[in-house]
């Protein structure tokens, strides 16, 4: 079993950072790949951000230059640092990622989301 927590969300002013953590664990080999997604009300969820193996990154165009996404492969930890947030990006934060289990199986969870919300 693989389990994913996020943590870190919280309230902020516009311009204002945070930073997101996503913590991994359960008999996981390797985590390929580890993603951000986000949730407004109303809206369907977006890829907010992305992180493979090699380190390449990719970012929604909207979150480009503010949003750093990055991982931890020793401790399964990934993180998403947030910076000059603006209201818009008010949503539910979800982690999710790409993992090899110790047993070879491919696993794709999802954490329970945390909330950022940003104040005009």
């Known amino acids: 079993q693989v389990q994913l927590v996020e943590s870190g969300g919280g309230l902020v002013h516009t311009g204002g950072s945070l930073t997101l953590s996503c913590a991994a664990s359960g008999s996981i080999s390797s985590i390929r790949a580890m993603a951000w997604y986000r949730q407004a009300p109303g809206k369907q969820r977006e890829r907010v951000a992305r992180?493979?193996?090699?380190?390449?990154?990719t970012y929604l165009a909207s979150v480009e230059g503010r949003f750093t996404i990055s991982k931890d492969n020793a401790n399964r930890m990934g993180y998403l640092q947030m910076e000059r947030l603006l209201p818009e990006d008010t949503a539910v934060y979800y982690c999710?990622?790409?993992?090899?289990?110790?047993?070879?199986?491919?696993?794709?969870?999802w954490g329970q989301g945390t909330q950022v919300t940003v104040s005009s």
């Open positions: 992180i493979i193996s090699n380190g390449a990154t």
């Open positions: 999710n990622a790409d993992i090899i289990m110790t047993s070879l199986a491919r696993e794709s969870p």
